[in-house]
């Protein structure tokens, strides 16, 4: 629990009462590691503790949006949240991970990002031309 929790205490102790509440209903109510994996499994957090909005974000970027850069309120409408809630709130974590970037043309996801969420990268990813390429 702790592990997926992003270091904030307040998120490990809700998730701690969700996982609580999942163990008195699907097991004998006490809590081990396999009830806590499934009741997280069933919140919808995964391994790194990213939750159904965060995976939104990084989805819409990959997919929709061909890995970026994509700007903040196009983002946000994809996604369904205030742009003041994906930067306050989401972005912080997803950078910390290294899962996305910010750059001055908008939000990319990292190769770490297709990869957590099994998609392949497109061919044009991370094709950075150089000023002497030729074409």
């Known amino acids: 629990i702790a592990s997926r929790s992003r270091g904030t205490p307040r998120i490990a102790n ?9 163990a008195e209903v699907r097991a ?5 590691v396999t009830v806590a994996r499934d009741g997280l499994a ?7 503790g990213l939750d159904k909005v965060d995976r939104s974000i990084l989805e819409s970027i ?3 949006h061909v890995g970026g850069p994509v700007g ?3 983002l946000s409408i994809s996604v369904g949240e205030q742009p003041e809630t994906l930067e306050d709130v ?3 974590f997803l950078i910390q991970q290294g899962l ?5 043309r908008g939000r990319v996801v990292t190769a770490a990002a297709f990869e957590h969420l099994g998609i392949s990268p497109p061919k044009q990813f991370n094709e950075d031309p150089s000023l002497f390429d030729e074409k």
């Not at 809700?14 to 999942?22: G, I, P, S």
């Not at 004998?28 to 081990?32: A, E, Y």
């Open 14 to 22: 809700r998730l701690l009462r969700r996982v609580r509440d999942f």
């Open 28 to 32: 004998d109510g006490t809590v081990d």
């Open 42 to 48: 069933l919140f919808g957090v995964d391994e790194l």
């Open 62 to 64: 990959a997919v929709t």
């Open 72 to 74: 903040l309120s196009t």
């Open 90 to 92: 989401y972005e912080p």
């Open 100 to 104: 996305l970037q910010r750059t001055p």
